[in-house]
């Protein structure tokens, strides 16, 4: 049984929904879990408030405390490539994570995240994310190190503007959308989640995404671009490339949602967040941090 390192939180509703304690209303959210596994986790001591004091069966529902508990999982998978720390200092931790490893605690995944491993290899209990890239795209991911700082870096990501992120991507192209090599595109639209809703979709209204593409290279039957994401909707520079024409290479959820499978690791999606620079907002210093890895020429 693999045990998330991290604490996940949730909020118990205004409305109780007739639990009179915080066991009934875990049962009662997570009705797919068996009950005894809550009873379980519960009287180890695995469920708690957000300082630390320990939940019993006999512990009331409180309206809008946040109840932490540890996601657990069976068989948990191996993602077999590894990690690697750019940077490093007091306040926070810059790494460059591969393909298919989730930042965080997400479905089948508890240990085999980021921030777990970080844990595990530095040691530093502290660590959190300031905000999260897709399972299936590698790069940079920043995360505090010192939660007395940490809301300052967290205002980067929170706040259109203050940080300048970059991506690179190989994208399919056709003979007749054919791109030149310093091509500029700027795609502003509006973007809400689509059916299935693992998946989003372009609609009518007041747009909330927008992205800058770049072409840097074309190869025969694919392109290398340069993206830069000027708002943080999920997918959002997949959706936007994928609407120009230049579907990303190995993407299973654009245009077309593939049959769900195992993950082909031979097959990564060909997106790689690629450069993070900003201001940094404790030390005054100009920041800039770039990616080591490299995407697939095909």
Known sequence: MGASLQASRIAMPA??????????????????????????RVAEGKVHWEDGTVI??????????????????????????????????????????????????????????????????????????LHRIDRETAGLVMLAVNPETRNHYHRLFREDGLIRKTYRAVAHIGDENRPEAGQNWKVENRMVQGDPWIRMTVVPGEI?????????????????????PLTGKTHQLRVHMSGLGYPLVNDLFYPELQPEGSDDYDRPLQLLAHRLEFTDPVTGELRSFTSTRDLLKI
């Not at 409305?15 to 379980?40: H, K, M, N, Y």
């Not at 995404?209 to 671009?225: H, P």
Request: contains cysteine; aromatic residues 10%.
């Open 208 to 228: 909330n995404a927008r992205s800058e593409m770049r072409c840097l290279e074309v190869y025969d039957k694919s392109a290398l671009f340069e993206l830069s």
């Open 15 to 40: 409305d109780s929904g007739g639990c009179e304690t915080v066991l009934e209303f875990l049962i009662q959210r997570f009705s797919r879990i068996d009950p005894a596994i809550w009873q379980q």
């Open 56 to 129: 019993t069966e006999q512990t009331p529902y409180v309206p809008h405390k946040k109840v932490c508990y540890y996601r657990e999982v069976e068989n948990e998978s191996v993602v077999p490539f590894q990690e690697e720390i750019i940077y490093q200092d007091e306040n926070i931790l810059v790494a460059c994570k591969p393909h298919f490893l989730p930042v965080s605690p997400v479905g089948k995944y508890v240990r085999q995240t980021l921030v777990s491993r970080l844990i595990e290899r530095t040691g530093i209990e502290t660590l959190a994310p």
